[in-house]
Structures are given as structure tokens and as C-alpha cells.
């Protein structure tokens, strides 16, 4: 019971960290009405009006610079050190950048923040994933893991919310508030979780007892052994791979339809701010879940392709329904609902392709190969992002 109470705080540490990654995305998506119009207390483009030109940069390349080089050396110390003190510390600090960014008022400072956020939030989820294995028997993993990867829907859905809170309290006391909270919740994971043994559930490896015991792998020595074990395994390559293409994607549906709504549909926006929070909510929440369930449950039964299949089923199926969500563009209802399908259909892939990737490696490179699986697929966001920020 104990490894679900801990699954539940890492997934409020998961929300946080979601939550605040795209909370600029709606922030600059916000249009005051009346005397708020304009007014640079709730529209950040007004208290900044480079960031037209920059978005796509503050939020793509800014964030993913220092998320993707950071969290290779972030999945290396995290093979090494105490990972529920390292969650704590760096759920601590990436607060702190969201918090500081309610209170500057310097533009290039916005950058800065940024490029803390994705600093410090580089480190949650090699710690966590790594975490989760040795919480739960690999028969349970892949649920597991989608249970962590719900994170990713409700702080997505909380992340709509943000527009709400900017009409009463204004950005900045959004990203003060934000920050205060993310802080508390790094302090209670801290404080009430426990560091699992490593290795707890996989096979041991003969150690011959007259062999003589060598010093310790430094940082660049684990990440040379991890980067030749992923180079040395074909199942490894072609789901990094794939993940590349799923984040192309998926940065760009993240940071760039709260402003393709606010676009082509202006008089939809309470409508878009609460039907995206249901969407998150329930379809996302719906697909991740059931993609490790799946997985779980055929794999079992002896079809060990099964984790592989729900992820290419998956891609497959949001190649159509997101067609339906950008191409209609003349009947809010039935965009959104497309939007809808397409997380019901489409959302299932990452608990799964991560669960295989742990499940292939060696116990002692997890979190490093974690961090290889994020460096490559957010470094192909962070392309798609700086390129539709520009056109």
C-alpha cells in the first residue's frame, strides 16, 4: 500500500511540473475584455509586447535548452544519489523560477526564469520513473507508469484554469500563486516519501566474490555506458525514435492551440477554457490509464509486442483526428470535439514506451536512459515549436 501512497505524491509532483511548463501558453493566449483589454496587469503580451515575435522561442527553445542537455546529466546523478531528496530539491527550485517570473518585470529576465524552469524540472522524471521501478513488480510497471503519466492530462487540465485565475488575480499573482503552491508540494514529497531500494525487483547479475571491486563510474563514464547500451539495442533506438515524432507533435498541439482557438474561434474562449479542462480531464486521463492497462494485461497473457502495438496503434490514430481538429474551421463544436477523440484514441503511448525502455535496460543506467529517451524526443519539440513560432 505504501508504493501507491508514494505514486500518488510523485503524480501531484507530475501535475506541478506540468502545469507550470504550459501555463505560458495560456497566459499568452488571454484577451481581457473591457477594461482589462490591453491592460498589462492580465495580458503578459501587453506587459511584454516583444514576446509576440519571441513566443515561440520563450516557449519552445528557452525551456527545452536547458530541459534536454540538463536532464541527460540529471538522469546520470540520479542513478546516484538519494532521488526523493533530489525531487524535493529541484520541485523546490523550478517553483521558485515560476514564482520569480509573477515578480520581475525585466523581458530578458522572463528568459531566464524559463530556462530555470526546464533546468530544474529536467531532473523530475528520471527520478521518478526510476522510482516507480523499484516501487513495483514489472508486472504492475506499466500501470504504474500511467498512473505517473496522468500527470501529464491533469496538469494539462489545471493549466487551462490559468486563464480563470489571470481575470481575477492578473498574471503575475497567477505565477506567485502557482509557484507558492508547487513549492509546498515539493516540501510534503520530500518529507513523506522514502528512497526504495535499488534494483529491488530485477534479476541480479553473478558477481564473482574473488573479483576485485573497481571505483565507482564517474557522470561522463555512466552516460558513455548508457548511451553505447542504447546505441547497441535496436528496440531501444526505434522508441526513442518514435518518441521524437510523438513530441513533434505534441509540443505543438501544447503551446500553440490555446492561441489557434483564440484565433479562428474569438467568441469561444470561456467555452475553449473549460471543454480543454474536460478533455484533459477525462478522455487523456482515460487513454493514458488504459494504454498501461492494456499492456500490462497482454503481455501477461504471453503477447509481449502488446506495450509496442498500443503505442503504434495509438500514433496512428491521432494522424486523423487531428486533421479533424485543425481542418474544421468553421464550427467550434465539432473542432473541439475532435480534440476530444483525438486524446480518447491517441493519449496512450508514453506509460508504455517508457515502461519498455526500462524494462529493457540494465538496472543500473534507468534513469540515465530516461533522460536519453527526453533529451532526443523534447530536443524534436523544441524544432517544431521554434519553427511554428516563426511562421
Same mark, same amino acid.
Given at each position: =500500500?505504501y508504493?501507491w501512497?508514494?505514486?500518488? /505524491?510523485?503524480?501531484?509532483?507530475a501535475i506541478n511540473n506540468?502545469?507550470q511548463?504550459y501555463m505560458?501558453?495560456?497566459?499568452k493566449?488571454?484577451?481581457?475584455e473591457?477594461?482589462k483589454k490591453?491592460?498589462?496587469?492580465?495580458?503578459?503580451s501587453? %506587459?511584454? *509586447?516583444?514576446?509576440?515575435v519571441?513566443? !515561440?522561442?520563450?516557449?519552445?527553445l528557452?525551456?527545452?535548452?536547458?530541459?534536454?542537455? %540538463?536532464?541527460?546529466f540529471?538522469?546520470?546523478?540520479?542513478? =546516484?544519489?538519494n532521488?526523493?531528496?533530489f525531487i524535493?530539491i529541484?520541485?523546490?527550485?523550478?517553483?521558485a523560477?515560476?514564482?520569480?517570473?509573477?515578480v520581475?518585470?525585466?523581458?530578458?529576465?522572463l528568459?531566464?526564469?524559463r530556462? !530555470?524552469?526546464g533546468?530544474f524540472?529536467s531532473?523530475?522524471n528520471?527520478?521518478?520513473y526510476? =522510482?516507480?521501478?523499484d516501487?513495483?513488480h514489472?508486472?504492475?510497471?506499466g500501470t504504474?507508469?500511467?498512473?505517473?503519466?496522468e500527470?501529464?492530462?491533469l496538469g494539462?487540465a489545471?493549466?487551462s484554469l490559468?486563464?480563470? /485565475?489571470i481575470?481575477?488575480l492578473g498574471?503575475?499573482?497567477?505565477?506567485?500563486?502557482i509557484?507558492?503552491?508547487?513549492?509546498?508540494?515539493?516540501v510534503a514529497?520530500?518529507?513523506?516519501?522514502k528512497?526504495p531500494?535499488r534494483g529491488?525487483?530485477d534479476?541480479?547479475?553473478e558477481?564473482?566474490?574473488a573479483?576485485?571491486?573497481? *571505483?565507482k563510474?564517474?557522470v561522463?563514464e555512466?552516460f558513455g555506458?548508457?548511451s553505447?547500451?542504447v546505441?547497441?539495442?535496436?528496440?531501444?533506438?526505434?522508441?526513442i !525514435?518514435? %518518441?521524437c515524432?510523438?513530441f513533434?507533435?505534441g509540443?505543438?498541439l501544447g503551446?500553440? /492551440?490555446p492561441l489557434?482557438?483564440?484565433g479562428?474561434?474569438?467568441?469561444y474562449?470561456? &467555452?475553449?477554457?473549460?471543454y480543454n479542462?474536460?478533455?484533459?480531464l477525462?478522455?487523456?486521463?482515460?487513454s493514458?490509464l488504459?494504454?498501461?492497462?492494456i499492456?500490462?494485461?497482454?503481455?501477461?497473457k504471453?503477447?509481449?509486442?502488446?506495450k509496442a502495438?498500443?503505442?503504434?496503434i495509438?500514433?496512428?490514430l491521432g494522424?486523423?483526428?487531428v486533421m479533424w481538429?485543425?481542418?474544421? &474551421?468553421?464550427?467550434?463544436?465539432?473542432?473541439i470535439n475532435?480534440?476530444f477523440v483525438e486524446?480518447?484514441?491517441a493519449e496512450?503511448?508514453i506509460g508504455p %514506451?517508457?515502461?519498455i525502455?526500462?524494462?529493457?535496460?540494465?538496472?543500473?543506467?534507468?534513469?540515465?536512459?530516461v533522460s536519453?529517451f527526453?533529451?532526443?524526443?523534447?530536443?524534436?519539440?523544441t524544432?517544431s515549436?521554434?519553427?511554428l513560432?516563426?511562421?
Amino acid at each position: =500500500m505504501y508504493a501507491w501512497f508514494v505514486i500518488s /505524491l510523485i503524480l501531484v509532483m507530475a501535475i506541478n511540473n506540468q502545469w507550470q511548463r504550459y501555463m505560458i501558453a495560456y497566459a499568452k493566449g488571454f484577451v481581457g475584455e473591457g477594461d482589462k483589454k490591453g491592460d498589462p496587469k492580465y495580458e503578459i503580451s501587453a %506587459a511584454y *509586447p516583444d514576446l509576440n515575435v519571441w513566443y !515561440g522561442v520563450l516557449s519552445g527553445l528557452a525551456f527545452t535548452a536547458s530541459y534536454s542537455v %540538463a536532464g541527460l546529466f540529471a538522469g546520470v546523478i540520479s542513478d =546516484m544519489v538519494n532521488r526523493k531528496v533530489f525531487i524535493g530539491i529541484v520541485g523546490i527550485c523550478w517553483s521558485a523560477c515560476t514564482f520569480g517570473t509573477g515578480v520581475i518585470n525585466s523581458f530578458p529576465l522572463l528568459f531566464v526564469f524559463r530556462f !530555470g524552469l526546464g533546468l530544474f524540472e529536467s531532473a523530475f522524471n528520471p527520478c521518478a520513473y526510476s =522510482m516507480i521501478a523499484d516501487y513495483f513488480h514489472p508486472t504492475y510497471r506499466g500501470t504504474a507508469n500511467a498512473i505517473l503519466n496522468e500527470g501529464i492530462y491533469l496538469g494539462g487540465a489545471l493549466a487551462s484554469l490559468t486563464t480563470i /485565475l489571470i481575470q481575477k488575480l492578473g498574471w503575475r499573482g497567477t505565477y506567485s500563486l502557482i509557484g507558492i503552491i508547487g513549492g509546498g508540494f515539493a516540501v510534503a514529497t520530500f518529507l513523506l516519501t522514502k528512497e526504495p531500494k535499488r534494483g529491488k525487483f530485477d534479476k541480479k547479475k553473478e558477481v564473482d566474490p574473488a573479483a576485485p571491486v573497481g *571505483p565507482k563510474k564517474g557522470v561522463c563514464e555512466k552516460f558513455g555506458s548508457a548511451s553505447k547500451e542504447v546505441w547497441n539495442s535496436p528496440a531501444l533506438m526505434l522508441t526513442i !525514435g518514435a %518518441a521524437c515524432g510523438r513530441f513533434w507533435a505534441g509540443y505543438a498541439l501544447g503551446f500553440f /492551440l490555446p492561441l489557434y482557438y483564440g484565433g479562428v474561434y474569438p467568441n469561444y474562449k470561456e &467555452q475553449y477554457t473549460y471543454y480543454n479542462l474536460v478533455i484533459h480531464l477525462v478522455p487523456g486521463m482515460i487513454s493514458a490509464l488504459a494504454g498501461g492497462v492494456i499492456g500490462d494485461y497482454y503481455e501477461a497473457k504471453g503477447y509481449y509486442m502488446a506495450k509496442a502495438w498500443v503505442c503504434i496503434i495509438g500514433t496512428f490514430l491521432g494522424i486523423p483526428t487531428v486533421m479533424w481538429t485543425c481542418l474544421v &474551421q468553421n464550427n467550434f463544436w465539432w473542432s473541439i470535439n475532435g480534440l476530444f477523440v483525438e486524446y480518447l484514441v491517441a493519449e496512450c503511448w508514453i506509460g508504455p %514506451a517508457i515502461t519498455i525502455l526500462i524494462n529493457i535496460c540494465s538496472p543500473e543506467n534507468k534513469g540515465t536512459i530516461v533522460s536519453v529517451f527526453l533529451f532526443f524526443a523534447t530536443v524534436s519539440g523544441t524544432i517544431s515549436n521554434a519553427l511554428l513560432g516563426f511562421l
